[in-house]
């Protein structure tokens, strides 16, 4: 989500039967196939095959939340190779997931109960307990014993606990076959042991929209802020420029105005609790140095120090290679203008506000763009999947993996 440029005003919500701008999608061929050749295409009508039972909201909440769980545990299961594949599309495959989840939302909005009365403000509660829970946002797990039976790994040592972010797939208006590598990781990653050289490392994963709105509700703060102070490492995660890792150094209070997943654009200072207290900057505090040395795979790993500031006193906005000016006003971090740099401030904020900013690593990290394979890259034409993109993805879980390695060691 770094560097991007936006391609003109976001076009307007037209309608279509209650649906939103990204449940309209779902009628491309595409979405279809993935869907089909992703085993998920059953599980919205079976919602909606079970909302018809719903005799109360109370019975039709449950549903709901079981759906939403059932969801997100078939994702990554299917991920992590347990279970029937489902369908020929490999298994590390971020967009069924995606695409369900809009099937079942869409649903769910176009729903009217025969036997109770729903009415708006409960149908949103509905809406919200299915984006929480088909997102793992309410199944995050970090056991309380481990391979040693008392907290602690095979070799007597405590298992550390890391928390990392993946978004959904973006600008679908372009492309709308697109995968984002950072939810394919989550779904790879969740629930996983790595080894460190510090003794092993239990990893758990959520994801979030490409959607101004719901970081302007404050659904990062509400799904992340009862594990930070009970963490040892976060990264938020998400795809950025071609052919490379970036450690963002810094991170920017401003949006650029990017159009999101539902064609709306935010331009203003990204709005949050308490904005009398709001820096314009926050800042990793990820083991960056050791992370670019560690070697973790195939793309390059880079300490990304730049931003955009308006310098003190005003002007216009400036490229700082080496981080923000004292007093500046931000216009970019490292990350960018997009939600990914928001995720990555809003999440750092918060460590320091809960006063963790001296023990907790965390921050964020862009991946590659996950890019098809040659001869498949016209939209129009393309296939939904090929061999190369199958590589680059899995290259870029593993890669990310190493980079959760590196970062969880202490030398």
Known sequence: MAGLTAPGPAAADDGGGGATVEERRLERAAPQEILRRGGFDSLAPELARALGKARSYDQARRIVVRDGRALWRRAVDRAQGRGPAGGDLSRDDDRPLYWARLAMTRELRQWEPARFALGEERRARLLSALERTSRGQDGVRFPGTGDGGDGRGGKGRPVKRILVTGFDPFTLDRDVRISNPSGATALALDGTTIRTADGPARVEAVTFPVRWRDFSEGAVERALRPYLPHLDLFTTISQGRVGRFDVERTNGAWRGGFPDNENVSRTETVPVADPASQPQWTT????????????????????????????????????????????????????????????????????????????????????????????????????????????????????????????????
Do not use: C, M, W
């Open 284 to 411: 990793t505090t990820l083991p960056y140095k050791r992370i670019v040395e560690a070697g973790t795979g195939r793309f390059p790993v880079y300490d990304n120090t730049s931003v955009t500031e308006i310098p003190a006193g005003g002007g216009a906005p400036v490229v700082r290679p080496d981080g923000p000016t004292e007093g500046s006003t931000a216009r970019a971090g490292g990350g960018g203008d997009y939600l990914s740099n928001e995720i990555a401030y809003r999440v750092t904020l918060l460590r320091d506000r809960l006063g963790l900013g001296e023990r907790l690593p965390g921050g964020h990290v862009h991946t590659p763009v996950l890019q098809f394979g040659a001869g498949n890259t016209d939209p129009a034409t393309g296939a939904v999947t090929d061999p190369q993109f199958v590589r680059n993805r899995l290259d870029i879980i593993d890669q990310v993996r190493g980079i959760l390695r590196a970062a969880a060691s202490s030398s």
